[in-house]
């Protein structure tokens, strides 16, 4: 039966045992569970995300999805507008407040139109209308991570974003996550690159370089862009000192949190050689999945946040040939 069990902690820092824990699209029966942990959980956009597309595959299957323990530390997922993108009644414990300058609820993206109004409203709902460099940067990341899906998963649900912006406890950051159940990146990059068709792992490090993928219409890469959308965005969580992720078919990768200044500031452009951690597991997840963390208080650091990333950047030698991957 397919079903979501949702950790304690769902968190980026918690992704390895999160996925372990789960096999998301098992065969199914005419149902589909999301199980939540009765005591107390918590749950960052990364899980909220996966779990609304995957809630939409379930029921595009013609699954109903039921939850079990919803308790009231299902408050939080129900304030992110979980539940609504289940199809489950669930009403929260306490009153609802207003949601500007904290959070941006699940919301399902599937046109240009769409991803219009997030990046409008991301100014209003983080609150950042007076830091240019804090706000310039955050749309841009959810700009191309949604532009991605749109141009790449071919799924009919589109995808599914959130962020929440965490002021109450060190250190202030943005974290955002989008996810989607479509034909993942392997899948796309195999009709160029047929070596890394296989390779989930692979593909995930040829999509994060800037330049491999802009010979393909759509994906992580335009002709405008050369594939650098990906890699712009691993390196704005870099220069911050935050987390990036990404998460297709049976691998995943996870840039690890800055220790010092001199790897927040050193950037490459093979993501493998930063500080990392790379997965693969014995069940995949059908689409992708990006999360990122944004330390806002670290932007202000750096005068001219995107030209410090351009001119930070090593020079890449172009590749010729057949790719390899040690």
Not at 250 to 256: G, P, W
Request: aromatic share 10%; net charge neutral; proline share 5%.
């Amino acid at each position: 039966m397919a079903r979501f069990i949702v950790p304690t902690n769902a968190t980026i820092n918690a992704t390895k045992s999160f996925l372990l824990e789960n096999n998301f699209f098992a065969p199914m029966m005419g149902s589909a569970i999301l199980t939540l942990n009765p005591k107390w959980m918590h749950m960052e956009p990364v899980a909220l995300s996966m779990i609304a597309a995957w809630g939409a595959w379930c029921r595009r299957q013609g699954l109903t999805i039921t939850a079990e323990n919803l308790t009231k530390s299902s408050d939080y997922a129900a304030r992110m507008k979980l539940f609504e993108h289940l199809g489950i009644n669930y009403q929260p414990h306490i009153t609802e407040h207003e949601e500007a300058g904290r959070f941006i609820p699940i919301t399902n993206v599937k046109t240009k139109q769409d991803v219009r109004g997030i990046i409008a409203a991301v100014s209003t709902l983080m609150h950042l209308e007076d830091d240019m460099e804090e706000l310039a940067a955050i749309q841009y990341c959810m700009s191309e991570l949604l532009r991605n899906v749109l141009e790449h998963s071919g799924s009919p649900d589109g995808a599914f974003v959130c962020a929440h912006n965490y002021t109450e406890k060190q250190p202030h950051r943005v974290t955002i996550a989008v996810a989607d159940c479509g034909c993942g990146i392997a899948s796309h990059l195999g009709r160029k690159y047929p070596e890394i068709l296989n390779d989930d792992l692979a593909a995930l490090r040829y999509a994060m370089q800037p330049g491999v993928t802009g010979a393909i219409p759509g994906m992580y890469g335009t002709a405008d862009n050369a594939g650098a959308g990906l890699f712009f965005t691993r390196c704005i969580a870099k220069g911050t000192g935050g987390y990036f992720q990404i998460l297709s078919g049976n691998s995943a990768y996870r840039l690890r949190r800055a220790r010092n200044a001199e790897e927040q500031t050193g950037l490459h452009t093979d993501p493998f050689d930063d500080r990392s951690d790379q997965w693969r597991f014995p069940t995949a997840w059908q689409g992708t999945v990006v999360t990122l963390e944004i330390r806002t208080d670290m932007i202000a650091f750096f005068d001219g946040f995107f030209d410090w990333i351009r001119e930070h950047i090593p020079a890449r030698v172009p590749t010729k040939g057949k790719i390899k991957f040690t």
